[in-house]
């Protein structure tokens, strides 16, 4: 206690050091703590199951599509039925779509569709109520339904008794029978509604689609190896007995846990390594605060010394000195951390998963004190070593054990120098790459512009409109109306929106007639169902032919049930597609050929126009070329309009307008995410701008503290070496060579401290492959730059010390001699 009363009146004393050590402390636990309450909430926080651990995604391997695929119904069956390690096997669904009515305003829902036995393979209960039984499973007895924490609260305002109670769901009446707890979000925090998951008979006999999600628990004691051997012994068996279906296909089992944060797991753990960084600089900034107090504590170390102070007790002291600064920055760091959470959390991208698991909580404070605790090693034990090793008899008068003591301390200050420059500059090179990546990406072309255009999604309602008919005919009514406001230049709508990943996939093979070479088939091909003004609203340039017209109308449709021979479908296909079937013709040369789905009894359609090709997927991703559909022919209830204004007014001021439009048709259709499409491109970026701007954020800070060490390590020597400098300058020496040779010694810590972190940064870079596009991993301009930020940097920190050097009175350091 005394030493600790001692150590806050050395604060007292010295306010400014208090102020920058404290802020130091705090501004490295504030953002580690900050980070780490992310990737624990994230990657590391055990899901909310009963005995998570043992729970595992099941995945189809296809050697044929080249890509891991969703689990066909039948395979499933096959899976559940025959394996020897799994206590159980459930089936979800997880694209389905609900309009709520009835209760409000009308609302979409994502919904999924549960087996009956997917709570008890998670092991987890409703709040209210009961799950699914098997019964109702079965097509008939499915119309009951799970309920989400949120929209209990939300919608029905958490009234107990729901259950039991009917509501709307797309114009059919389903029994709620439960209320889940609010830590279940399953699949994902989107799912706010679940019904049973019916599976049509057909799925059985065709082994397709390979349309759901499965998730096992393995029996006590089984590991995951096991449990692999176990499904690929299955699926052996199934390819033999099913080849049309099964051949090259195989199941892959994935913890649950990692299944879940797979997408994020690289990009937190390069922003947990990077604050981790800043940590350490921070502490070494630190600890070369506390020997430069040292040494000038020296004579008041020597007095304790003679008066009987063991080296131990002298240690003690040292980092007793330390305690308070450690828990005061520990507490500003972790209001700082709750601070960043609260900016960060609006900033994370809607892809992110288990966001509702990150807070500050105990296993984060724990490693909040572990953190501390690190640091007052880290920072302390050197200092305090050094403040121990006392000779009272030099250092009484002042001899050259005096001298090497000083010499050590200065060493030690050096090192910790060019660590921190060393570790700034893998944190300069990553920032960079990832800056370049953005810019990169931004540059892309996806297709189509994105100015002035208004889009939203609509899940019609088979059950309203069951027929193809009449679902075109309710989107005809719905453009006509929206089209007819003020201030829009035309409307389009589209199956699927470009670069929203939302919603199911559709891909596929294509096959082609008359193609006139050995390629006549596409793999793997996108599908989408479009109307007529679509490609001029979104401004997708037509190289050849004409788009598609009114006159395709439903009547004209051949039905995918009709032979080969159907020609009077007609459909569009984008210039990679023309390109790589028809390579030796220009797009005028296709129009008339035909194609179709790659499937038994699926129509020839006759391709009438070429337009240009669209990154749908992404910014960064181009997989699929596409072909069309016209809405008319090939309906679809799930569609999203796109809307351009005229002029260069703020689309969102056509919102309230184009829903009003849309009630006026059907006062029981809602639409959901409304947004521009711009906010949709940006939409796909915000993981990597997030990324980007953290690690810039942490770069500059990191930056900042390291030439704040330097400055101070040459302020120091430029006082230790006063009375060199004023001799040197005595004995004819000029002052631009004190200056050159003060900014020599600061060249020489910067360029050690930028070879090592420049090497490390080489080896390191490697890890970000997967987070850059168009840029190499070892990117010569982003480690040039990063070297001529750290080379200004250096500069400009050593600056004043020189030029304070420079200017040494020697007439007062003759007289001092």
């Known amino acids: 206690m005394q030493d600790l009363r001692y150590a806050f009146r050395l604060l007292r004393a010295n306010p400014g050091f208090a102020a920058t050590a404290i802020l130091t402390v705090a501004l490295g636990v504030g953002a580690t703590t900050a980070i780490f309450s992310v990737v624990y909430g994230v990657m ?25 695929l969703f689990v066909s119904a039948a ?33 979409r829902l994502q919904a999924g569709r549960f087996s009956a036995n997917v709570l008890s393979v998670l092991r987890v209960a409703p709040m209210l109520g009961r799950g699914f039984l098997e019964e109702e499973n079965q097509i008939g007895h499915d119309t009951v339904a799970l309920l989400s924490h949120r929209l209990w609260m939300r919608r029905f305002n958490g009234d107990p008794s729901i259950v039991g109670r009917t509501i709307q769901l797309s114009g059919v009446a389903y029994t709620v029978v439960g209320v889940m707890g609010p830590e279940f979000q399953y ?15 057909d799925e059985y006999k065709l082994r ?97 010394a003679a008066l009987g102070a063991s080296r131990g007790r002298l240690v003690r002291q040292s980092l007793a000195e330390l305690t ?58 050197g200092p305090s070593l050094q403040a121990a090793r006392v000779d009272l008899a030099s250092s009484m008068r002042e001899s050259s054990r005096g ?52 889009s939203l999604l609509l899940a019609i309602p088979r059950t309203k409109y069951p027929t193809d008919h009449e679902v075109a005919a309710m989107c005809q009514r719905v453009i006509a109306r929206v089209a007819a406001l003020p201030g829009v230049e035309s409307v389009g709508a589209v199956n699927r929106l470009p670069l929203n990943t939302s919603g199911s996939i559709q891909t596929g093979p294509l ?144 919102i309230a307008p184009v829903l009003a439009a849309i009630r006026e048709v059907d006062p029981d259709q809602p639409a959901y995410d409304v947004r521009p499409m711009d906010d949709v491109l940006e939409r796909t970026l915000a993981q990597r701008w997030l990324n980007t701007l953290l690690l ?48 020599t010694q600061s060249a020489t810590l910067a360029l050690t401290g930028a070879l090592i972190g420049l090497a490390a940064a080489w080896l390191a870079s490697r890890m970000l492959r997967s987070l850059l596009f168009n840029v190499p991993t070892r990117d010569i301009v982003s480690f040039a730059l990063s070297a001529l930020v750290l080379a200004t940097v250096a500069l400009a920190a050593s600056y004043l010390p020189a030029r304070r050097a420079a200017r040494v009175d020697p007439i007062s350091t003759l007289r001092a001699e």
């Not at 699949?187 to 008979?201: A, K, L, M, S, Y």
């Not at 120098?417 to 960079?432: C, E, F, G």
């Not at 390590?713 to 060579?737: I, N, S, W």
């Open 324 to 381: 308070p600064i450690v828990v005061v920055g520990g507490a500003l760091g972790l209001l700082l951390a709750s601070w960043l959470l609260q900016a960060l959390l609006p900033l994370l991208p809607a892809s992110m998963p288990r966001v509702e698991a990150i807070a500050i909580n105990l296993p984060v404070l724990a490693f909040t004190a572990g953190v501390l605790a690190l640091t007052g090693l880290l920072c302390g034990l």
């Open 187 to 201: 699949p994902t925090r989107d799912f706010e509604i679940w019904v049973p998951n019916t599976v049509n008979p």
């Open 511 to 654: 096959e082609f007639d008359g193609a006139g070479r050995a390629i006549d088939r596409l793999a793997d091909a996108d599908y989408r169902t479009v109307t007529p003004d679509y490609f001029r609203t979104m401004r997708i340039p037509l190289s050849a032919g004409r788009s598609f017209t009114d006159a395709d109308r439903e009547d004209a449709r051949a039905s995918m049930a009709e032979t080969a021979s159907a020609t009077n479908m007609v459909g569009m296909i984008d210039e990679r597609i023309a390109r790589t079937v028809w390579p030796h013709e220009d797009a005028n040369g296709v129009l008339g050929k035909r194609f179709r789905i790659a499937f038994p009894g699926m129509p020839w359609v006759t391709i009438v126009g070429v337009v240009g090709h669209v990154r749908h997927t992404g910014l960064d991703a181009d997989p699929c070329p596409t072909a069309y559909w016209n809405y008319l022919q090939r309906g679809q209830d799930r569609m999203a309009l796109v809307i351009r204004t005229t002029g260069d007014g703020d689309p969102r001021q056509l």
């Open 696 to 743: 810039i954020t942490f770069a500059t800070v990191s930056l900042a503290l390291a030439s704040i060490g330097l400055y101070g390590v040459m302020a120091y020597t430029v006082t230790q070496r006063a009375r060199e400098f004023g001799v040197r300058l005595a004995l004819g020496a000029r002052p631009a060579d004190i200056l050159r040779l003060v900014l």
């Open 44 to 68: 590391l926080r055990p899901l909310p199951y009963g005995e998570p651990t043992r729970l595992v995604a099941l995945w189809t391997n296809s050697t044929k599509a080249g890509s891991r």
């Open 403 to 454: 001298a090497s003591a000083g010499a050590a301390r200065t060493r030690l200050r050096r090192g910790l120098v060019i660590a921190q420059i060393a570790i700034v500059v893998p944190l300069l090179v990553s920032a960079s790459l990832l800056a370049r990546t953005l810019g990169e990406l931004r540059r892309v072309d996806p297709g189509f512009r994105t100015d002035h255009v208004l």
């Open 75 to 107: 395979n499933y069956r096959d899976w559940r039925e025959q394996n020897r390690t799994f206590e159980d096997i459930a089936l979800v669904r997880s694209i389905a779509n609900f309009n709520l009515t009835g209760v409000g305003e009308p609302e």
């Open 208 to 304: 397709a689609p390979f349309g759901f999600l499965a998730v096992g628990r393995l029996k006590p004691g089984v590991t995951l190896q096991q449990a692999q051997a176990d499904l690929d012994a299955i699926s052996a068996r199934l390819a033999r007995a099913y080849p049309g279906s099964n051949q090259s296909v195989s199941a892959q089992v994935v913890p649950l846990h990692e299944d879940t944060v797979e997408s994020v797991r690289l990009a937190l753990s390069v922003l947990l390594a990077a604050v981790g960084c800043v940590l350490l600089i921070g502490c070494a900034n630190l600890a070369n605060l506390l020997l430069a107090r040292a040494a000038h504590r020296t004579r008041e170390l020597t007095v304790r």
